[in-house]
């Protein structure tokens, strides 16, 4: 018969194990090898074939020849091909060789990723260090929502860039004895996201703050925190993202042991 603390440990050895195997995809985070801003001149950039531009009309412009290998949506670009970024969703990819470019929208902005199966982050990983399991982050929080929806701006890492999350409600619960409230943010697809610093932050974590994604709560607002399952955000593993910042209201003044540290 196993132990409460041993069901903990391998329940989330498990899980563990899953997230190492996304981030280790071949166009996963650990992929990227660059990340440039648009203009509105047509210029190649990153060693991509062809050239590329922020059209100034909401839309992306790649000019290539049939022979550069740029495809659009499986057609091979042989002339010029328009795309159309959305802010704040996924970015539109395009295909070139192995490599997959990311055409992202953020507010008036507009990024080109590459992501590269051969990228030296993915090559040489070996795993995301954590801090040992302990069943004492493992806390009772009681959700309650906003009468509707708030879209809030936060920061990111990048100087001058904002996101526009959306919040849904605040989580209190108590850590170390000292009772705590972060905002949560509605999270993708189901369940709640909470995004916050806690005083590990800039020592043994991320700086930009980490992410505990929950279930969704019950009918009377409880839910389960498992600090134990706090992640990075994928600034902490690549120089070519654009992470949010937390909430300014979401710092712990906790130090947070739990969860994924950073070793950088």
């Excluded at 190649?44 to 050239?51: E, F, I, K, Q, S």
């Excluded at 997959?100 to 199966?117: F, I």
């Excluded at 906003?146 to 605040?170: C, E, N, S, W």
């Excluded at 134990?228 to 654009?242: H, W």
Aim: hydrophobic fraction near 40%; glycine fraction near 10%; proline fraction near 6%.
């Amino acid at each position: 018969m196993t132990s409460v603390a041993e069901d903990l440990t391998t329940d989330w050895q498990r899980w563990h194990d899953e997230r190492e195997a996304t981030l280790r995809e071949p166009h996963g985070w650990l992929s990227l090898t660059a990340l440039e801003w648009l203009d509105d001149t047509a210029r190649p950039v990153a060693d991509l074939p062809g050239t590329w531009r922020a059209a100034g009309d909401g839309t992306v412009e790649i000019t290539a020849a049939a022979s550069d290998g740029v495809a659009v949506d499986g057609t091979t670009v042989d002339g010029t091909a328009t795309v159309r970024p959305v802010d704040g969703a996924p970015g539109v990819l395009v295909t070139v060789g192995e490599r997959v470019v990311e055409l992202a929208r953020r507010t008036d902005s507009y990024a080109l990723r590459v992501r590269d199966p051969q990228a030296p982050t993915r090559q040489a990983f070996t795993g995301v260090p954590a801090f040992p399991v302990d069943a004492r982050w493992v806390v009772t929080g009681r959700y309650e929502a906003y009468p509707k929806p708030q879209r809030i701006t936060v920061g990111a890492v990048v100087d001058g860039l904002q996101h526009f999350p959306t919040a849904v409600g605040t989580v209190t619960f108590t850590l170390e004895g000292t009772e705590q409230q972060l905002i949560a943010l509605a999270g993708k697809g189901e369940g709640l996201s909470l995004h916050f610093r806690d005083a590990t932050s800039g020592v043994s974590t991320y700086g930009g703050g980490r992410i505990l994604r929950t279930a969704d709560p019950a009918d009377d607002g409880s839910l389960t925190l498992d600090f134990n399952r706090t992640v990075n955000l994928p600034c902490a593993l690549t120089a070519y993202a654009t992470c949010p910042l937390p909430p300014a209201e979401n710092v712990l003044d906790v130090a947070v042991e739990a969860g994924e540290r950073d070793d950088r």
